[in-house]
């Protein structure tokens, strides 16, 4: 059964940090494009991060660029988004999801149930 589960959303304050986990099972991560996306309230979804096939190359949102770090475990079966100095507009539902291919926004691929971030003093 192909399964992603993220955790590790929360309450910070502007500034803060959090890391968030997405455990896969059912299937390798390395063979899958590995994406991070997230919805704010009242906007559209959108891409975050998407790491390519076997650990290759991240790329990241301009937004998030140096703020947001992508890496993964040893056991190659969770994947992490390292995120700091977040922001108000950071706040959003947060979900990572895989690709046999490439990272696509339209709801394509295994996607998780999302975890919330919210940013707020």
């Known amino acids: 059964q192909v399964q992603l589960v993220e955790s590790g959303g929360g309450l910070v304050q502007p500034g803060g940090s959090l890391r968030l986990s997405c455990a896969a099972s059912g299937f390798a991560l390395e063979y899958y494009a590995i994406g991070w996306f997230r919805q704010a309230p009242g906007k559209e979804r959108e891409g975050v991060s998407c790491?390519?096939?076997?650990?290759?190359?991240?790329n990241y949102v301009d937004s998030v660029k140096g703020r947001f770090t992508v890496s993964r475990d040893g056991a190659k079966s969770t994947v992490y988004l390292q995120m700091n100095n977040l922001k108000p507009e950071d706040t959003a539902v947060y979900y990572c999801?895989?690709?046999?291919?490439?990272?696509?926004?339209?709801?394509?691929?295994?996607w998780g149930q999302g975890t919330q971030v919210t940013v707020s003093s």
């Open positions: 999801a895989a690709f046999i291919l490439d990272c696509k926004v339209d709801g394509s691929g295994y």
């Open positions: 790491t390519s096939r076997r650990g290759g190359r991240t």
